[in-house]
């Protein structure tokens, strides 16, 4: 069984920075496209950006030039690093591992924008 578990949200204030961690157990992540959605109250979840297995990394535009994924095979984790972070950033952020044959979802990590 694939387990997903995000780490490093909490409190910020406006202009600061965060990574995220997403630890997968249960298989290797060297195959999968990872991802990092996120979810504010009261809208739809949203793809933030996703790494394929090549490396290759594709934003929302709301974000790019601020986060960067990243994914360290060898560790089975995936990472959001998120600077000048805003309060329209506010949100849960979930991590996602996925292939032709399957989708796997963590339980999310909540950050919080704000001064």
């Known amino acids: 069984q694939v387990q997903l578990v995000e780490s490093g949200g909490g409190l910020v204030q406006p202009g600061g920075s965060l990574r995220l961690s997403c630890a997968v157990s249960g298989s290797s992540i060297s195959s999968y496209v990872l991802d990092w959605y996120r979810q504010a109250p009261g809208k739809q979840r949203e793809l933030v950006a996703s790494?394929?297995?090549?490396?290759?990394?594709n934003y929302v535009d709301s974000v790019k030039g601020r986060f960067t994924i990243s994914r360290d095979n060898a560790k089975n984790t995936v990472y959001l690093q998120m600077n000048s972070l805003k309060p329209e950033d506010t949100a849960v952020y979930y991590c996602n591992a996925h292939s032709r044959y399957e989708t796997n979802w963590g339980q999310g990590t909540k950050v919080t924008v704000s001064s």
């Open positions: 790494i394929t297995s090549g490396g290759t990394t």
